[in-house]
């Protein structure tokens, strides 16, 4: 193809959170899809049944693919082999996407362990005013260890990307994000990243007032479709 037919061509992306349970992946997914209708695919919502769920997970996203030109893989990704099988699946399908991780940095090479205690000092907070607003996680009526158990079990299975390495070298582009700060803010990071490497996939920066009524928009309409027992 000719530099100016590669210039043209339709580009599909997928974009990867890369996080633990409360890191407000989906709040800056919904904010996201508010302001550039983007396809949204929440892992959560898939109902477990016939076949493996994470390729059906793969699928839903190579989906919206056809109707969009971006879609957010909502879900924690926080292993190399989910990345590896969402990469691969979705490439299949889609042999033209190309993947961007929104890193949610647990691993900061100074003091992980300091690191770790105010993610999950901010994680928890958030989980547990999320109240039973949420498909899988009732924080008001489970036990609160057993939640607690299940975002350490998030937390230490955590593997960050090593963008020189398989499957991570795939990404086109890692944006680094601070689990701890406001979505807010992780979304104007998104979005100017975005806006920079892909000026026409976001060909500007939505205004202060756009970028917080996006975010408003996502905390009222944070409402899980399915609910499972
Ligand atoms: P997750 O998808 O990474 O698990 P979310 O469900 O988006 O995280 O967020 C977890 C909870 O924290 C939700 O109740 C959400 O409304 C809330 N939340 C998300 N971002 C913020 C923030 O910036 N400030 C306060 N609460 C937030």
Known sequence: RSAEEEASADRKFVLVPVASIGCGKTTVAYALTNLFNWGHRQNDNIPSGKGPKARKFADFCSADLIHHPAVIADRNNHQKREREQLINDISDHVPEARFIALHYV??????????????????????????????????????????????????????????????????????????VADSRQNLETIVKELHKHYPKLVPEIPSPEKLDNAIRAAFEEYRPDIKHT
Do not use: C, W
Request: a negative charge; hydrophobic letters at 30%; glycine letters at 4%.
């Open 106 to 179: 647990h691993y900061d090479d100074f003091d992980d362990e300091a690191l770790h205690d105010r993610i999950r000092k901010a994680t928890r907070e958030r989980v547990f005013a999320r109240g039973d607003n949420h498909q899988t996680i009732n924080a008001s009526s489970d036990d609160q260890s057993k939640i607690i158990g299940i975002m350490e079990g998030f937390m230490e299975r955590f593997q960050p990307i090593d963008r020189e390495e398989k499957p991570d070298n795939a990404f086109d582009l890692v944006i680094d994000i601070d689990p």
